[in-house]
């Protein structure tokens, strides 16, 4: 034990082992849903659902635990959602549905590339010198933005806030039971942080568990099953058409510079919400995203998309986890997750309410404490000079809005870049912060 404790420096990060186990139980299970997100989006281009679901938790496990050994940070791992989206739907979409209309052993070979690429980039400090680049402001606007985004999140997957037209979202039925069981879960969790119980994030995830249980709002899966087949996606991979088609060669780069902005911006919002920043440093960034750029050259392998660091993470922040001791807690899960799918699947699992839409009354709770938390980065704004404040909403904004880390980057980015040099005060800019904005900026001209 004394051996754990000095390699993952407990003591030094204030903490405890209870703590970060504590920690990395949280973190686990407010991203468990990706275990069966997963495989229903990758389904839709014809990928198997079990194959896909042993493909998520074992790349989800090593990145995930790699990320605890190597770079000694208490973030997961798992496949992003975004990306899915955009292998499912995009890249193997048929034409006409505006998609590219390429096999899903493709799309894995472009996903391949892209973390590879990644990792090669990874050993010369280049996505670590992205986040030295980015202003400080700019860095709490991310943070406060992600925040802002996983309440938002949260909120929907509570049934709290559903689509309307004409206003986008409106206040969702307050007499759902999903609605209601999920109301509850917010109450009673955040009466525990007010009387400062540490575990309340956790508390409350199996409070609402068992009491959606009890009231039968949740279905109940049993406990244990033999783990799918992995070999239809092992290895299944196809790069011949990646020399051969420009379209694919897009592809890649997008996913490229989609793992690089999501990662980046999580990387410094659960930084800062950790103090793990220094000086507007991430130590042992390089390891961090190394480990992120092993995790997706795996899960292509494997037979799954781009894996990256979750905002899940915070959640085991705020239950304690300091030390990477807490990702090796939540890289163990997801293999136990294998062995005990149906209770993790009752936990993750959406509830279909009235009018088709989908619920999680089980994790939503937690991700509307945690973006609550990870808002009140925006007080570190400067607020006071319009250059840096500006920028920085449209940020925290744009997250929610657009529903994406890397649009709101983006906005944020390239509005910073332009408002310096139209102030006179563009030798205030870091050079990399004008090639990212530049990047960006094509990103919409030629892929928008």
């Known amino acids: 034990m004394e051996v754990l404790i000095s390699y993952f420096g407990v003591k030094e990060r204030g903490s405890t082992v209870g703590r970060e186990v504590l920690g990395g139980m949280t973190t686990f299970a407010t991203m468990s849903y990706i275990i069966f997100v997963q495989p229903t989006v990758l389904s839709i281009c014809g990928m198997d659902f079990g194959a896909v679901m042993m493909a998520t938790c074992l790349s989800s496990a090593l990145a995930t635990i790699a990320m605890g050994l190597y770079a000694r940070y208490p973030i997961a791992l798992a496949p992003g959602m975004g990306q899915n989206f955009y292998l499912a739907l995009t890249v193997c979409g048929t034409t006409a549905a505006r998609g590219l209309g390429y096999s899903w052993e493709t799309a894995l070979a472009a996903v391949f590339v892209a973390g590879a690429l990644f990792l090669f980039l990874s050993f010369f400090g280049f996505r670590e010198r992205v986040i030295t680049a980015i202003p400080d402001s700019l860095k709490s606007g991310i943070a406060a933005g992600i925040g802002l985004l996983i309440a938002f999140v949260g909120l929907q997957w509570s049934g709290l806030v559903v689509a309307s037209p004409g206003t986008l979202v409106t206040l969702g039925n307050l007499k759902d039971g999903c609605v209601l069981l999920a109301m509850c879960g917010l109450v009673f969790t955040v009466t525990l942080m007010a009387l400062r119980v540490r575990a309340a994030v956790l508390i409350g995830l199996l409070a609402v568990f068992v ?231 094509a990103r919409y001209i030629l892929l928008k």
């Open 211 to 441: 009491l959606g249980l009890l009231t039968k709002v949740l279905t109940y899966h049993g406990i244990v099953s033999a783990p799918p087949s992995l070999a239809p996606t092992f290895g299944k991979l196809s790069f011949t058409k990646l020399v051969s088609g420009a379209e694919i060669v897009t592809a890649v780069f997008v996913f490229f510079f989609l793992d690089l902005f999501d990662t980046v911006g999580t990387l410094v919002g659960v930084g800062r919400q950790g103090g793990f920043m220094k000086d507007g440093r991430l130590p042992r960034a390089r390891q961090a995203f190394a480990c992120d750029a092993m995790g997706t050259v795996a899960g292509a392998v494997l037979g799954t998309s781009t894996v990256t660091s979750y905002v899940e993470s915070a959640a085991g922040i705020t239950a304690g986890a300091r030390t990477g001791l807490a990702s090796v807690v939540t890289g163990l899960l997801f293999v136990l997750a294998i062995f005990f799918a149906p209770v993790a699947r009752s936990i993750g699992e959406g509830v279909t309410v009235a009018g088709g839409a989908v619920v999680y009354p089980v994790v939503a709770p937690a991700l509307i404490v945690v973006g609550c938390l990870m808002a009140r980065n925006a007080k570190d704004v400067r607020w006071d000079d319009a250059s840096e404040a500006i920028p920085s909403f449209l940020t925290m904004i744009m997250m929610p809005l657009a529903f994406s880390i890397t649009d709101g980057i983006a906005f944020g980015a390239i509005s910073f870049c332009l408002i310096k040099l139209l102030t006179g005060r563009g030798k205030q800019v870091n050079w990399l912060m004008y090639a990212c904005a530049v990047a960006l900026l």
